[in-house]
């Protein structure tokens, strides 16, 4: 069974920076690609970055040149740094990994962006 423990998520002001953490039960290199969602609310889950097993990279238009995904091997972990935070950005970020027709989700994390 599949875990993903999502971490670093909390309050900050505009401007600021956060770092989060999905950390996986299994190695990493099994998955087809490992990423970050997150649905604000009132309103529909959206990707933010993706990272397939090739190394490419996948941002949506909104964070692209502010967000950074990566990964550490050793540690079977999925990092999502985020700088230049807006309150735009506040939401509940969700780790998700695909494996062939399979979708898995962390239980997510909240961010919060203040004006």
């Known amino acids: 069974q599949v875990q993903l423990v999502e971490s670093g998520g909390g309050l900050v002001q505009a401007g600021g920076s956060l770092r989060l953490s999905c950390a996986a039960s299994g190695n990493i290199f099994n998955f087809d690609a490992i990423g970050w969602y997150r649905q604000a609310p009132g309103k529909q889950r959206e990707l933010v970055a993706t990272?397939?097993?090739?190394?490419?990279?996948n941002y949506a238009d909104s964070v692209k040149g502010r967000f950074t995904i990566s990964r550490d091997n050793a540690r079977n972990t999925v990092y999502l740094q985020m700088n230049s935070l807006e309150p735009e950005d506040t939401g509940v970020y969700y780790c998700?990994?695909?494996?062939?027709?399979?979708?898995?989700w962390g239980q997510g994390t909240q961010v919060t962006v203040s004006s």
């Open positions: 990272r397939a097993s090739g190394g490419s990279t």
């Open positions: 998700n990994a695909r494996r062939s027709i399979w979708y898995y």
